[in-house]
C-alpha cells in the first residue's frame, strides 16, 4: 500500500494539536491530524465543569513550573489571551470572568472544540480520529505507522499530552518519542493534584472531611493563598493542588490556616479578656469548631482554660495554626492530576517554533513539554500559545 503524503502530521487532537493543525493550515500546509480517541478536544470538554477555563487574564512567564520558565516568553507573547479572545470573537463564543482572572465560557467547552474543527476545516486539515499511532521512523521526512495505513510527512508534531486524566487516554507515547530521538525528558510527577498523608495527619484529615478554609500554603518561597479542603485521602482545594506543582516528595509543605492574624497575639489576648473559656472555644472564634478541636488537641491543650495555659504552650499552639507543616505521602496521582510536571526538555527545543534542536522536523507542544501552568487557565493557554507558533514556523 502506497503512503499517504502530507506537509504536516500532528498526533493529538487536543487543545495544543488543534490549534498548530488549524493554524498550519491556514498557512496553505497539507495537514493530517491523527488521534486514538474517537473525538476530538476529550480534555476541552471535561474541563471546567463542561465549560472550560480556556485561559486567565493574568498569564506571564512566572506562572509556569519549568527547568527553564523562561521558555515561555516567546510562545505568550506572540499568541496571549487576547489573540484567543479575538478568536472567540470571530466564532462568537460568549463568555465571563471568575475570581484571579479565570476566563470560561458561558454555554459548553463543546463551542471551543467547535471552533478548533471549524479553523481546522477552513484550512483543508485532515482528520482520522479512533487511529493507534505505531511505528515512526525517518528525520524529516517521517513515515508514520497507522492502524489507518502508513503516512508519510515532512514534519512531524507531537501534542500527545502528558500522563494526567487517563481516564481520555492520556499516555507517555509522546515523552519515549522524544527519548528515542535523543531529546531529553525531564523528571515527570502529577501536577495539579490532591495530596496524601500518612498516620497521624490522615486519621485528622479524614475526621475533617468536607471542611473547607480560606488559607495559605507555601512550599519554600513559592505561596498560595486559596481554599484549603480536608478530604477523606488528605488535603484538596485550589491552594494544595497549586502547591503540589512545586512540592518534592519527603519535605513538608506549610499551612498557615489563619494568614490575616497574627495567632499568638490574638490567643494571648483572648487568654486575658476571656480567661475561663476552653482553649478550643477560643480557637473556634476563628476556624470551623471540628479543624479547632483537631488543632487545639494536636497542641495537646483540649479541654483546657486558657486563662490556665502557659503562654509557651500557646506559643506551641499558634505555631500549628500559623505555620503547620504537614509531610505529605504523596498524590492522589495521574488519576485525578489536571496536569503532568515535566516532560520534554525545554533545552533541546526551540523557544521560537518549538522544532527539537537536533531535529528541525520534529516539535513537540503542549502539556508533552516541560511545562505546567498555575490552576485556573494557564495550561490551555500554553496549549494554545504553543500551538501557534508551531504551526506559524511549519
Known amino acids: 500500500m502506497s503512503p499517504s503524503s502530507w506537509d504536516v502530521i500532528v498526533i493529538g487532537a487536543g487543545a495544543a494539536g488543534l490549534m498548530c493543525a488549524a493554524v498550519a493550515g491556514s498557512r496553505g500546509r497539507r495537514v493530517l ?31 509556569f513550573v519549568s527547568a527553564n520558565p523562561r521558555f515561555t516568553t516567546s510562545a505568550l507573547k506572540r499568541f496571549g489571551p487576547t489573540d484567543f479572545l479575538d478568536m472567540m470573537k470571530r466564532h462568537r463564543i460568549a463568555w465571563h470572568e471568575r475570581e484571579h ?43 508514520v505507522e497507522t492502524s489507518h495505513g502508513p503516512f508519510d510527512t515532512a514534519a512531524l508534531v507531537v501534542a500527545t499530552g502528558g500522563l494526567s ?54 512550599f519554600g518561597k513559592t505561596r498560595f493563598r486559596e481554599a484549603v479542603l480536608f478530604t477523606h485521602r488528605g488535603l484538596s482545594g485550589p491552594a494544595i493542588l497549586q502547591i503540589s506543582s512545586y512540592w518534592r516528595s519527603g519535605a513538608a509543605i506549610a499551612i498557615n490556616l489563619l ?91 526551540s523557544s521560537k517554533t518549538m522544532a527539537a534542536k537536533a531535529h528541525p522536523g520534529l516539535y513537540f507542544i503542549g502539556e508533552a513539554v516541560d511545562v505546567t501552568g498555575w490552576l485556573g487557565g494557564f495550561n490551555f493557554q500554553w496549549a494554545w500559545s504553543s500551538g501557534w507558533v508551531a504551526g506559524q514556523s511549519l
Open 259 to 349: 494568614p490575616d492574624l497574627e495567632a499568638l497575639a490574638w490567643l494571648v489576648e483572648r487568654k486575658a479578656a476571656r480567661p475561663n473559656a476552653m482553649v478550643e472555644t477560643i480557637v473556634a472564634e476563628l476556624l470551623p469548631a471540628r479543624l479547632a478541636r483537631a488543632r487545639t488537641e494536636a497542641a495537646g491543650l483540649l479541654g483546657k482554660p486558657i486563662g490556665q495555659t502557659p503562654n509557651a504552650a500557646l506559643k506551641t499552639l499558634a505555631a500549628g495554626l500559623n505555620a503547620w507543616a504537614p509531610i505529605p505521602m504523596g498524590s492522589e496521582g495521574y488519576r485525578t492530576a489536571e496536569a503532568t510536571r515535566g516532560g520534554v526538555d525545554t533545552a533541546d527545543l
Open 165 to 218: 486524566v487517563p481516564k481520555v487516554g492520556a499516555s507517555g507515547f509522546g515523552h519515549a518519542l522524544a527519548r528515542r530521538y535523543g531529546l531529553g525528558v525531564t523528571e515527570l510527577a502529577p501536577a495539579l493534584v490532591p495530596l496524601t498523608f500518612a498516620e497521624p495527619d490522615g486519621a485528622m484529615m479524614r475526621d475533617l472531611a468536607g471542611i473547607a478554609v480560606d488559607a495559605a500554603v507555601s
Open 33 to 63: 491530524v491523527l488521534d486514538h480517541n474517537d473525538e476530538p478536544g476529550r480534555k476541552i470538554l471535561i474541563s471546567g465543569g463542561g465549560r472550560c477555563n480556556f485561559t486567565n487574564r493574568e498569564v506571564t512567564p512566572e506562572r
Open 101 to 143: 482572572g479565570q476566563l470560561f465560557c458561558d454555554d459548553s467547552a463543546a463551542q471551543i472544540v467547535r471552533m478548533l474543527q471549524d479553523e481546522c476545516g477552513a484550512g483543508g486539515v485532515g482528520m482520522r480520529l479512533s487511529c493507534r499511532v505505531g511505528t515512526i521512523s525517518g528525520d524529516g521526512p517521517f513515515r
